[in-house]
């Protein structure tokens, strides 16, 4: 049973528009969620996180968007740039917060 | 770079024989997480420990097992392996045993290959 899913392995986008990576989440317990960013051959990377308390969070070019009606979350990235190319995780704690369950990711590529 | 280190950064091992994966937290973690990420299974959280005790279990092996030592740092024992449990190790790091809210912090991990 997947809990968290990233629907998108791929994900192509030309240098300087937005680049949009989405997550849906089927457990309504989870109240918490986190996107990291893995680049080949390194470990996962925190990047930004969001509460359900919020339907938005943003941190420079990065924005993350909550549905929670949904179970849905998207990241925004505005403007996308090169060194943006990598997987993109979005992941759930479990209710002890010890416990992170994530989504298959998705591979952003960013054209110059 | 995260501040957790992870030794070795490669292995290569035969079927049945036994590795151990060794991690350091930040400083200032007392909790340590293993994470395994294979091609068919994504990352799936394997243990959790905190401050030398085991605090969670996910989908982890019999075969596996892993403790944290008085200098926080953990180790993850893998016997009797098989082809199927080549995959990136990956340690993460915490403050706190629990607390939604807060970031784990990952290494660079280890990617084990069973010939």
């Known amino acids: 049973d997947q809990q968290v899913k990233q629907n998108s392995p791929s994900l192509s986008v030309q240098e300087g528009r937005i680049s949009i990576l989405n997550c849906d989440y089927t457990n309504s317990m989870f109240d918490y969620f986190l996107w990291y960013k893995k680049y080949p051959a390194e470990g996962p990377t925190f990047l930004i996180s969001i509460s359900s308390i919020k339907d938005k969070n943003e941190d420079g070019r990065f924005t993350v968007f909550l549905n929670k009606s949904a179970k849905h979350l998207s990241l925004h990235i505005v403007p996308s740039q090169p060194g943006d190319s990598a997987v993109y995780f979005c992941?759930?704690?479990?209710?002890?917060?010890?416990?992170?369950?994530f989504g298959g990711g998705t591979r952003l590529m960013v054209k110059p | 770079d995260s501040g957790v280190t992870q030794t070795p950064k490669h292995l290569i091992t035969a079927t049945g024989q036994r590795v151990t994966l060794r991690c350091s937290p930040r400083?200032?973690?007392?909790?340590v997480y293993w994470y395994q990420q294979s091609l068919d299974q994504g990352l799936q959280f394997l243990i959790q420990?905190?401050?030398?005790?085991?605090?969670a279990k996910g989908n982890i092996l019999e075969r596996f097992s892993a403790q944290q030592f008085p200098d926080l740092h953990s180790e993850l024992n893998l016997s009797s392996l098989e082809l199927g449990d080549s995959a990136l190790y990956f340690c993460?790091?915490?403050?706190?045993?629990?607390?939604?809210?807060?970031?784990?912090?990952f290494g660079p991990g280890t990617r084990l290959l069973v010939l």
């Open positions: 992941a759930a704690p479990n209710n002890a917060g010890n416990m992170l369950t």
């Open positions: 420990y905190y401050n030398g005790e085991e605090r």
């Open positions: 993460a790091s915490s403050v706190t045993a629990q607390g939604v809210g807060e970031t784990q912090y």
């Open positions: 400083s200032g973690d007392l909790s």
